[in-house]
């Protein structure tokens, strides 16, 4: 596609996302308009090696002690159906972090592109939606619970199946909501870039979602555990 047609259906469809989470704000008021309730846990991230994306995140092994938040879309009770999400925060280098938000989807080559409601919190197939891109070219990312506590984290290039590259094992569950302020857009882990086009169409509505939040929450506290390579 002509790349000032993208730019422009991008700008278009993040002016669309930024209006309904407005809207959505002055409807219900809350800390956050979507997502409003959630749960936090630290978890471990451990990276098998293996892949060739050019991506240090998806090719090389390691393990990292990360955060994450399980949380339903428009925060319907359950077994109410709702859009389920899964937001991960991973070190980076220079003490910084990257973010990736996934939610509940298909699991097939065409259905992965699709939002899939379900009843429970960890149900389903977790995927980003839209792509990363890589030095080899565009890969997207899914996760599932595979039993217990422990999460499958899996990629995907453009129509094939989806590869396994790393576990993720929850942990500590904090004893409260915190309103971390995961966007994509601005950090991603090492080596995924995110397309321009990607940015204008969701950045908008996270700057307007946190707009819309109560200051001075304190951020959630995390105890001292080395990072392990």
């Known amino acids: 596609m002509n790349p000032a047609v993208t730019d422009?259906?991008?700008?278009?469809?993040?002016?669309?996302?930024?209006?309904?989470?407005?809207?959505l704000?002055?409807?219900?008021?809350?800390?956050?308009p979507l997502h409003p309730h959630g749960k936090v846990h630290l978890a471990m991230l451990?990276?098998?090696?293996?892949?060739?994306?050019?991506?240090?995140?998806?090719?090389?092994?390691?393990?990292?002690?990360?955060?994450?938040?399980?949380?339903?879309?428009?925060?319907?009770?359950?077994?109410v159906p709702d859009v389920n999400g899964l937001a991960l925060?991973?070190?980076?280098?220079?003490?910084e972090h990257g973010d990736l938000l996934l939610a509940t989807t298909g699991h097939g080559r065409w259905t992965r592109f699709l939002l899939a409601p379900r009843t429970r919190l960890s149900d389903g197939f977790?995927?980003?939606l839209l792509p990363y891109r890589t030095p080899t070219g565009p890969v997207w990312l899914g996760a599932q619970l595979v039993g217990g506590a422990t999460w499958q984290l899996v990629w995907a290039r453009p129509g094939t199946d989806w590869t396994p590259f790393a576990t993720l094992e929850l942990t500590i569950e904090s004893d409260r909501d915190p309103l971390l302020s995961f966007d994509p857009t601005r950090s991603t882990p090492p080596g995924l870039e995110?397309?321009?086009?990607?940015?204008?169409?969701?950045?908008?509505?996270?700057?307007?979602?946190?707009q819309?939040?109560?200051p001075g929450v304190r951020p959630l506290r995390r105890p001292e555990h080395p990072r392990h390579e």
């Not at 704000?25 to 956050?32: E, M, S």
């Not at 995110?194 to 946190?210: F, K, N, V």
């Open 8 to 23: 422009s259906m991008a700008r278009a469809g993040g002016r669309v996302l930024q209006t309904a989470v407005s809207v």
């Open 25 to 32: 704000a002055h409807l219900r008021p809350a800390d956050k």
């Open 46 to 79: 451990r990276r098998h090696p293996g892949a060739t994306t050019g991506a240090a995140f998806l090719d090389e092994g390691g393990s990292d002690e990360v955060v994450v938040r399980l949380s339903r879309a428009v925060g319907l009770p359950e077994p």
């Open 89 to 95: 925060r991973v070190p980076t280098v220079r003490g």
């Open 126 to 128: 977790f995927s980003t």
């Open 194 to 210: 995110i397309y321009e086009w990607h940015r204008r169409l969701r950045a908008p509505a996270y700057e307007t979602a946190r």
């Open 212 to 214: 819309s939040r109560t």
